[in-house]
């Protein structure tokens, strides 16, 4: 099985750039379908982006569309989530998960069985 350990929370000024760090570890990435979820309070986890490792298509929530890459190097086996232009409805806990990438249907909070644990992003305006 994949663990995942995401980094680079923190806060940040409306306006600003932030970039999110998530390592695998027990697995390569290779195998799976990785993504980015976040927690607002008071909210449901909701997808942020998304990417295939099968095909290297990717998603993007539209309240992040224009604003967000999800990017993958497979030799750290490390994936990214550059954010930039970020704004106060962005604070939230970010979540790194994944799934084997035949199990990958949509990103779905359902559909990826493991999560990392969050790192808090706070954009103060």
């Known amino acids: 099985d994949v663990q995942l350990q995401a980094f680079g929370g923190g806060l940040v000024q409306a306006g600003g750039s932030l970039r999110l760090s998530c390592a695998a570890s027990g697995s390569s990435f290779d195998d799976y379908a990785i993504g980015w979820f976040r927690q607002a309070p008071g909210k449901d986890r909701k997808g942020v982006s998304c990417?295939?490792?099968?095909?290297?298509?990717?998603y993007y929530a539209d309240s992040v569309k224009g604003r967000f890459t999800i990017s993958l190097d497979n030799a750290k086996n490390t994936v990214y989530l550059q954010m930039s232009s970020r704004r106060p409805e962005d604070t939230a806990v970010y979540y790194c998960v994944a799934v084997v990438e035949g199990d990958y249907n949509a990103c779905d909070a359902g559909d990826f069985d493991y999560w990392g644990q969050g790192t808090q992003v706070t954009v103060s305006s």
């Open positions: 990417i295939s490792t099968a095909d290297g298509s990717t």
